[in-house]
């Protein structure tokens, strides 16, 4: 199957920045999309941004100007650079990758943005 292994979650002050990262491997499909999704507490998981096989992104709203995804298709790794955090952006990062409609995800790596 996939596994994804999340890195680089920790505690930042706001305004301070982080970089994520997510290695996959197992049976990865030259097509797919990888993404990163979190979730706070008492709160749904949600999407924060997606680059596809192409590099095609899309992001969360609440990010754009702030986040970048970025991946490297050679190491199966996916990378969120996250800059003026804020807050609110304290949660559970997951590094999800979908591939002929099937979802994996990560454990999860704890962001917490606090002064």
């Known amino acids: 199957q996939v596994q994804l292994v999340e890195s680089g979650g920790g505690l930042v002050q706001p305004g301070g920045s982080l970089r994520l990262s997510c290695a996959a491997s197992?049976?990865?499909?030259?097509?797919?999309?990888m993404g990163w999704y979190r979730q706070a507490p008492g709160k749904q998981r949600e999407l924060v941004a997606a680059i596809s096989s192409f590099r095609r992104t899309n992001y969360a709203d609440a990010v754009k100007g702030r986040f970048t995804i970025s991946r490297d298709n050679a190491k199966n790794t996916v990378y969120l650079q996250m800059n003026s955090l804020k807050p609110e952006d304290t949660a559970v990062y997951y590094c999800?990758?979908?591939?002929?409609?099937?979802?994996?995800w990560g454990k999860g790596t704890l962001v917490t943005v606090s002064s």
């Open positions: 999800n990758l979908e591939q002929r409609s099937v979802d994996y």
């Open positions: 197992g049976s990865i499909f030259s097509i797919n999309v």
